[in-house]
């Protein structure tokens, strides 16, 4: 069964940085477009960050310029640095796996407060 596994979620006073993971299993990873979105509380969810199989990045106009997304083939994971933390990127963050089917994570909390 294709899994997902987020980490490194937590919680960050404002102007700190945390670093995202999404480990990929039972997936032909390297052909798969990887993507982060994430979902305030409230909100619809929405993309923050996308990398495809060659490298090709792209980003929410609200993350970029602080935020990373980068892959590791090898280890089939996928990251999203995170500099520069606000309260508005309080949300639950998901990972995203697209290649002729879409996957899920499960979702792992993003909390900026003081």
């Known amino acids: 069964q294709v899994q997902l596994v987020e980490s490194g979620g937590g919680l960050v006073q404002p102007g700190g940085s945390l670093r995202l993971s999404c480990t990929a299993s039972r997936i032909a990873f390297t052909f798969y477009t990887m993507r982060w979105y994430r979902q305030a509380p409230g909100k619809q969810r929405e993309l923050a960050a996308s990398?495809?199989?060659?490298?090709?990045?792209n980003y929410a106009v609200s993350v970029k310029g602080r935020f990373t997304i980068s892959r590791d083939n090898a280890k089939h994971t996928m990251y999203l640095q995170m500099n520069s933390l606000k309260p508005e990127d309080t949300a639950v963050y998901y990972c995203?796996?697209?290649?002729?089917?879409?996957?899920w994570g499960q979702g792992t909390q993003v909390t900026v407060s003081s």
């Open positions: 995203n796996a697209e290649w002729k089917i879409s996957y």
């Open positions: 990398i495809t199989p060659g490298g090709t990045t």
